[in-house]
């Protein structure tokens, strides 16, 4: 079965420290994974995206990601974590082209402490 | 670009109602798919439309329907509303390969 597993659903840190968003998944063919953010009350931002090639991929607002085939994981870091950064965050797992749906994962909801 | 835009953002129906949210797809794509978020839960995929036609669908009963417009827009149904049917439903727009983009969702309310 496709899945994605996120399993912090809250975590706190505070201002400057690091940050590390743990997603496993589930897929049968070659996945393309997903980080999305989410503010409250609005829609999905895409953060970064993997397809293939170079595992550490980075994306925008300092946020990296982490690709291990052998763990089937997808791992969202970033170095120092500003008050900005509190929001809910989902991991996905698809396809693209024709029949891209997207298997989200239960989000986690990240607070930032001054 | 204006991005994916959805209508309207709030909503309240009261049970066994009918309701229809509409989106507009970022510009240049051609492909919208439909998704319901609950409280606490992450996006659930309802289906997809494509040329006009519905492409793929999720585990949703029949009650939910769409329509997709040769404007590439689209319109998601819900008929005999239940109170389970409240959460924010979010229209996701993509062209060929790439990534999809979201819009700001349409948070429903069924009392």
């Known amino acids: 079965a496709q899945s994605v597993t996120q399993p912090d659903i809250h975590i706190t840190v505070s201002e400057g420290a690091s940050l590390e968003l743990r997603c496993n998944y589930s897929?049968?063919?070659?996945?393309?994974l997903f980080w999305y953010v989410q503010s409250p009350g609005q829609g999905l931002q895409l953060l970064l995206k993997?397809?293939?090639?170079?595992?550490l991929v980075q994306g925008i607002k300092g946020f990296e990601a982490e690709f291990k085939r052998s763990q089937s994981s997808f791992n969202l870091r970033k170095p120092s974590v500003h008050w900005s950064d509190a929001a809910e965050y989902f991991c996905?797992?698809?396809?693209?082209?024709?029949?891209?749906?997207?298997?989200f994962g239960a989000g986690t909801r990240l607070a930032v402490h001054p | 670009d204006a991005g994916v835009t959805q209508s309207p953002t709030h909503l309240i129906k009261t049970r066994g109602q009918q309701v229809t949210l509409r989106c507009s797809p970022k510009?240049?794509?051609?492909?919208v798919s439909w998704y319901q978020q609950a409280l606490g839960q992450g996006p659930q995929f309802i289906f997809q439309?494509?040329?006009?036609?519905?492409?793929q669908r999720g585990n949703f009963p029949d009650r939910f329907s769409g329509h997709q417009f040769p404007n590439y827009s689209s319109e998601l149904n819900v008929n005999a509303l239940l109170l389970g049917d409240s959460a924010l439903y979010l229209c996701?727009?993509?062209?060929?390969?790439?990534?999809?983009?979201f819009g700001q969702g349409t948070r429903l309310t069924v009392v």
């Open positions: 996905a797992v698809g396809r693209l082209g024709g029949y891209n749906k997207l298997i």
């Open positions: 897929y049968g063919a070659t996945p393309y």
């Open positions: 439309y494509y040329e006009e036609e519905e492409r």
């Open positions: 993997y397809f293939s090639g170079d595992t």
């Open positions: 510009s240049g794509h051609d492909t």
């Open positions: 996701a727009s993509t062209w060929g390969e790439a990534e999809a983009f």
